[in-house]
T-cell receptor, first 107, second 112 residues
């Protein structure tokens, strides 16, 4: 069973397109993270959310606690945004990770 | 100072060999996590330390896996008698408080 589900698994977009990645979870959480992983394995934390919405540059993350759902949006996508985006939830005891969304942005 | 560092970055081991993977967390971070990430999958929790205490090792897949953090800073994940299914990226993360995570670059282990 997967506590965290992401969609889509793979996404290809043209440069400049608006991108949405979705995350649904089945456990009670105290925080949700959006992570970015580039080839080679390094993971960078983009956002940590417990409610509402956060924006950082071209990235926007939203969470709906009642619906157990979060979205990551990328506006005006760029080839350097190509990476795997992982949703992770913290239950208070442990982190659970989605399998990631592999994004490729084509020039 | 610097972020979380891990060494080696890449390790190739023959089946049956023992390996030791090192994690240097961010100075002052109390919590340290180890994860295993198989190809195409998200990270899976292995174990968690608060200072030198290993508070949760429920994710360790077998008794061949052992982790320690004797002085509450550097941690070592040891895998004995490696098997092919142990091939994965091993990620370490540290945090000042439990719900944050600062990841290292990972160690890619290949067992041949």
């Amino acid at each position: 069973k997967n506590e965290v589900e992401q969609s889509p698994q793979n996404l290809t977009a043209q440069e400049g397109e608006f991108i949405t990645i979705n995350c649904s979870y089945s456990v009670g959480i105290s925080a949700l993270h959006w992570l970015q992983q580039h080839p080679g394995g390094g993971i960078v934390s983009l956002f940590m959310l417990s409610s509402g919405k956060k924006k950082h540059g071209r990235l926007i993350a939203t969470i709906n606690i009642q619906e157990k759902h979060s979205s990551l949006h990328i506006t005006a996508s760029h080839p350097r945004d190509s990476a795997v985006y992982i949703c992770a939830v913290f239950t208070g005891n442990q982190f659970y990770f989605g399998t990631g969304t592999s994004l490729t942005v084509i020039p | 100072g610097a972020g979380v560092s891990q060494s080696p970055r890449y390790k190739v081991a023959k089946r049956g060999q023992d390996v030791a993977l090192r994690c240097d967390p961010i100075s002052g971070h109390v919590s340290l996590f180890w994860y295993q990430q198989a190809l195409g999958q998200g990270p899976e929790f292995l174990t968690y330390f608060q200072n030198e205490a290993q508070l949760d090792k429920s994710g360790l897949p077998s008794d061949r896996f052992f982790a320690e953090r004797p002085e509450g800073s550097v941690s070592t994940l040891k895998i004995q008698r490696t098997q092919q299914e142990d091939s994965a990226v091993y990620l370490c993360a540290s945090s000042p408080i439990r719900y944050e995570q600062y990841f290292g670059p990972g160690t890619r282990l290949t067992v041949t």
